[in-house]
């Protein structure tokens, strides 16, 4: 089987752990796909016995590689998106970052999960993905989002007006700094340090999110992901930023954006316990109290 490679540059104390990862995969991967960037940080240490391809930049694996490992944090494991883009490519994301909630793989974990990964004796999470539908071609082929789709101003002096619809029906005008749409996945990122609500993964929902509303009576709202989200922007300011996670274009206050649920998923690879509660509790340090 063919495994795909993808992470950005790591300290030298990580080393010998990824190196024994790759040693474990050499016994039943047939051949490497390596992200030239990273393959060209791992070369100096690593000596392998299986042949490696290289891939350009966003360039897709092959459909036939029976997964792609991203080695970095949760920002490195989002720029997977466009690389296996509606393939279905399961990723296992290991975290040499610091929070970690995609990238759930610690250092002290890879053993097992190479194992694991080996032996079959893991699970798939399929993830809800955002793709926005208007305009199209804004972001060419790469129109979706795992975490969030986010309107932002650009201009620090003034706020955005942004009408937002629900399948058509009007919700709300926020006047605010920006706006955030995003899927239970996306709920522990910017919406979460906006005030939005954790959601959990298999959760059918999204939640719309304001930042820095000047109206401190209006609240994120939970909503079905089966709707159609459709924002207007108008403002002083004569351009605004669209991002889905970290990609983002400008675009002028007469565009209309209209988002939904993707008609496919994220498919991450869950090794060992598969606990949201438990995660949450650990990575944002529920119950560390001298009282408990």
């Known amino acids: 089987m063919k495994i795909a490679f993808f992470g950005r540059p790591f300290d030298p104390g990580f080393r010998d ?38 891939l350009g930049a966003g360039q897709a694996p092959h459909s036939d590689t029976f997964c792609l490992v991203s080695v970095g944090g949760d920002g490195t494991l989002l720029d997977t998106i466009s690389m296996v883009q509606d393939s279905g490519i399961p990723v296992l994301g290991i975290n040499t970052g610091r929070l970690g909630f995609l990238s759930a793989i610690s250092t002290d974990e890879i053993k097992d999960a190479a194992r694991s990964l080996i032996s079959g004796d893991y699970s798939i999470d399929r993830r809800t993905m955002l793709q926005l539908t208007e305009p199209q071609g804004l972001f060419g082929n790469i129109n979706y989002a795992l975490n969030e789709l986010t ?19 009007f919700l709300n005008t926020y006047w605010a700094d920006g706006l955030i749409v995003a899927t239970p996945t ?25 930042i820095a509303t000047h109206n401190l009576t209006v609240r994120p709202i939970v909503i079905p992901d089966s709707s159609k989200v459709k924002l ?34 994220f498919n991450l690879i869950c090794v060992g316990e598969k606990d949201f509660y438990k ?7 529920w119950g560390l109290d001298r009282r408990n």
């Open 232 to 265: 207007r922007i108008s403002g002083r300011t004569q351009d605004y930023l669209v991002l889905l996670d970290s990609r983002s274009k400008a675009l002028s206050t007469t565009t209309e954006l209209i988002v939904k649920r993707a008609p496919f998923s």
């Open 151 to 169: 309107v932002l101003k650009r201009d620090n002096s003034t706020m955005i007006t942004i009408s937002a619809y629900v399948d058509d029906l």
């Open 17 to 54: 752990n990824f190196r024994f990862l790759i040693e474990v995969l050499e016994e039943k991967a047939t051949a490497f796909l390596f992200y030239e960037d990273f393959y060209n940080h791992v070369k100096e240490f690593i000596r392998f016995t299986k042949p490696v391809d290289l």
């Open 186 to 210: 996306g709920s522990t990122g910017y919406s979460l340090s906006c005030g939005g609500p954790i959601i959990s993964p298999e959760s059918k929902n999204l939640v719309i999110t304001p």
């Open 279 to 285: 995660t949450i509790r650990n990575k944002l340090a």
